[in-house]
């Protein structure tokens, strides 16, 4: 385990080595205000901590699309702990949990239609 932990630590280490957070900032000044605005449009309608992620996830991957398989891969993490959490007897939370599946599998299909017209388009 701790070889897994070292690994994933230099992994880090190394891509992020020279990343200036400031300079991404300022050359990225619409897409961090955009994801920040539907942050805080979360918080001003009083969502939940969540609920705000999922939702500025959602406008980041509008203005930079993203993969559709990582919105799948945590779509089918979420859907694989409901069963997990209900069994656990936790009912509220486990209807939670698989809110938070629909949503990043919606995006799934989302990004898959995103990415279908962009590869027509270099057809």
């Known amino acids: 385990m701790k070889n897994i932990v070292r690994r994933w630590k ?6 992020l080595k020279g990343f200036d957070f400031f300079d991404f900032v300022r050359k990225n000044k619409s897409y961090v205000f955009f994801v920040t605005a539907a942050f805080f ?10 609920e705000s992620l ?8 509008i203005l930079r ?5 990582i919105f799948a891969s945590v779509g089918l993490f979420f859907l694989v702990m409901t ?4 069994y656990s007897g936790d009912k ?6 698989a809110v ?5 599998l919606v995006m799934t299909v989302m990004m898959a239609f ?3 017209k962009k590869e027509e388009k270099l057809k």
């Open 10 to 15: 230099e992994y880090f280490l190394r891509n």
């Open 41 to 50: 449009v979360g918080v001003y309608f009083d969502w939940k901590m969540m």
């Open 54 to 61: 999922v939702f500025a996830i959602f406008i980041s991957s």
């Open 65 to 69: 699309p993203i993969d559709s398989r």
């Open 83 to 86: 069963p997990i959490i209900l």
């Open 92 to 97: 509220k939370t486990a209807e939670i949990v």
């Open 100 to 104: 938070y599946a629909f949503y990043f």
């Open 114 to 116: 995103v990415e279908l």
